[in-house]
């Protein structure tokens, strides 16, 4: 298929490499061009906006850090919507907010196009090694048009309906739950290490019993061995997440006193300069305020 593929930060480029491997054409944009290179010498096709990406694609994909950068590439004079042809998709697999997925949906509808919400769960190098998981909702028959293309990029995906936002709220959802996940594993190894027990030791047991998710497993290493840096998923991006499924959630009427708790940890770790450490790195901010030395 003809492709486009806008957003090639540390997901969007091997997400973008995997289309180009599984053999389509891809025209790529970025907004620091120099990010394009690598894709474009695997026989990718250079752009200069987000429009002439999205122009002769059957398909377009984005791959955006917020809703700014988001609402930008599809909505902006040179965006998407303005190059897409009518007919075809856009695929946004950016973390979004709710409130704008359907703001989306409305505009490409109203240009004639369509629109899937298509969020990933998966660091970076599950990117690179196609082991996301996609979760995706809209229209049925744009959902089942870019079927091949979304099971090219991970081991999995989820098909929630034709509300294309619902994709979002369960992707805000998941997001919650590893942050939540973070912060109790902070407390716990903050606790257990302040108490006597060595890390090294508690990581052990936490294998044998509650290591069943690969997920929990590996941010409890990182606590573990405080290693927070590259960060996979920065800290503000963390923040920016949980504070997008509280407008969600305030906007359904559901209380979520954890995930205000979890924002207001979040918020104390950007406050602090730690917005670009991995959003694990709430195992540094709980051991400081438990007194605790750091480096060990």
């Given at each position: 298929?003809?492709?486009?593929?806008?957003?090639?930060?540390?997901?969007?480029?091997?997400?973008?490499?995997?289309?180009?491997?599984?053999?389509?054409?891809?025209?790529?944009?970025?907004?620091?061009?120099?990010?394009?290179?690598?894709?474009?010498?695997?026989?990718?096709?250079?752009?200069?906006?987000?429009?002439?990406?999205?122009?002769?694609?059957?398909?377009?994909?984005?791959?955006?850090?917020?809703?700014?950068?988001?609402?930008?590439?599809?909505?902006?004079?040179?965006?998407?919507?303005?190059?897409?042809?009518?007919?075809?998709?856009?695929?946004?697999?950016?973390?979004i907010s709710v409130a704008l997925s359907q703001r989306l949906t409305d505009a490409?509808?109203?240009?004639?196009?369509?629109?899937?919400?298509?969020?990933?769960?998966?660091?970076?190098?599950?990117?690179?090694?196609?082991?996301?998981?996609?979760?995706?909702?809209?229209?049925?028959?744009?959902?089942?048009?870019?079927?091949?293309?979304?099971?090219?990029?991970?081991?999995?995906?989820?098909?929630?309906?034709?509300?294309?936002?619902?994709?979002?709220?369960?992707?805000?959802?998941?997001?919650?739950?590893?942050?939540?996940?973070?912060?109790?594993?902070?407390?716990?190894?903050?606790?257990?290490?302040?108490?006597?027990?060595?890390?090294?030791?508690?990581?052990?047991?936490?294998?044998?019993?509650?290591?069943?998710?690969?997920?929990?497993?590996?941010?409890?290493?990182?606590?573990?061995?405080?290693?927070?840096?590259?960060?996979?998923f920065a800290m503000r991006l963390g923040l920016k997440d949980v504070g997008l499924?509280?407008?969600?959630?305030?906007?359904?009427?559901?209380?979520?006193?954890?995930?205000?708790?979890?924002?207001?940890?979040?918020?104390?770790?950007?406050?602090?300069?730690?917005?670009?450490?991995?959003?694990?790195?709430?195992?540094?901010?709980?051991?400081?305020?438990?007194?605790?030395?750091?480096?060990?």
């Amino acid at each position: 298929m003809k492709l486009g593929f806008v957003g090639l930060g540390n997901m969007g480029l091997p997400m973008a490499r995997n289309l180009l491997s599984a053999g389509h054409e891809v025209a790529v944009w970025n907004r620091s061009p120099a990010r394009g290179e690598p894709l474009v010498k695997q026989g990718a096709r250079a752009v200069a906006s987000p429009a002439e990406a999205a122009k002769d694609a059957e398909v377009v994909f984005s791959m955006l850090a917020d809703d700014r950068a988001a609402e930008g590439v599809a909505l902006g004079p040179q965006g998407i919507i303005s190059g897409l042809s009518k007919g075809a998709v856009h695929v946004s697999s950016s973390t979004i907010s709710v409130a704008l997925s359907q703001r989306l949906t409305d505009a490409h509808a109203s240009a004639g196009q369509g629109y899937v919400a298509a969020p990933v769960f998966g660091r970076p190098e599950a990117a690179q090694t196609k082991q996301l998981w996609v979760v995706a909702a809209g229209a049925k028959a744009d959902v089942e048009r870019c079927r091949p293309l979304l099971e090219a990029l991970g081991r999995g995906l989820t098909v929630l309906g034709e509300q294309a936002s619902m994709a979002n709220v369960v992707k805000l959802s998941g997001n919650f739950l590893i942050a939540s996940m973070l912060e109790a594993l902070a407390e716990a190894f903050a606790f257990t290490r302040k108490s006597g027990v060595e890390p090294k030791q508690f990581m052990e047991l936490f294998r044998a019993v509650f290591a069943n998710s690969p997920i929990f497993e590996r941010y409890a290493q990182a606590i573990a061995e405080e290693k927070y840096s590259p960060a996979g998923f920065a800290m503000r991006l963390g923040l920016k997440d949980v504070g997008l499924v509280l407008e969600a959630a305030r906007a359904a009427e559901v209380p979520m006193p954890l995930a205000s708790l979890v924002r207001d940890q979040y918020l104390g770790g950007v406050a602090q300069g730690h917005g670009d450490l991995d959003w694990s790195a709430l195992g540094a901010l709980v051991a400081e305020r438990a007194g605790l030395p750091k480096g060990r």
